[in-house]
Nanobody, 128 residues
Framework: QVQLVESGGGLVQAGGSLRLSCATS????????MAWFRQAPGKEREFVAG????????NYGDSVKGRFTISRDNAKSTVYLQMNSLKPEDTAVYYC?????????????????????WGQGAQVTVSS
């Protein structure tokens, strides 16, 4: 049974920072790419950032480029999302997910159905 548990969400003022963590267990996930998605009320789930199994390649959604950084520690089975310069429009539930491939290419990153496992989500609220 694979489990992903997000933590680190909360309430922050615009311009502030938060770091999300996603701890995984139940399976060796170091051979798979991982990603963060987010979903705001009334909106579709949106790709935020992804990282290949080796950590040597990362991919970001246009709305977070230059502000968010994804990283992973395979020894700790944990993926992180450092979020800086937060804006009210970043308010959403953030989910981590395990891709079915180690090295996704192109649009393969952005499609929800390409991810086999999901966490329960962490609420991030940015006040103006």
């Amino acid at each position: 049974q694979v489990q992903l548990v997000e933590s680190g969400g909360g309430l922050v003022q615009a311009g502030g920072s938060l770091r999300l963590s996603c701890a995984t267990s139940g399976r060796t996930l170091s051979n798979y790419a991982m990603a963060w998605f987010r979903q705001a009320p009334g909106k579709e789930r949106e790709f935020v950032a992804g990282i290949r199994w080796s950590g040597g390649y990362t991919n970001y959604g246009d709305s977070v480029k230059g502000r968010f950084t994804i990283s992973r520690d395979n020894a700790k089975s944990t993926v992180y999302l450092q979020m800086n310069s937060l804006k009210p429009e970043d308010t959403a539930v953030y989910y981590c997910a395990v891709h079915r491939l180690a090295t996704p290419l192109g649009s393969n990153w952005y499609q929800v159905h390409n991810y086999d496992y999901w966490g329960q989500g962490a609420q991030v609220t940015v006040s103006s």
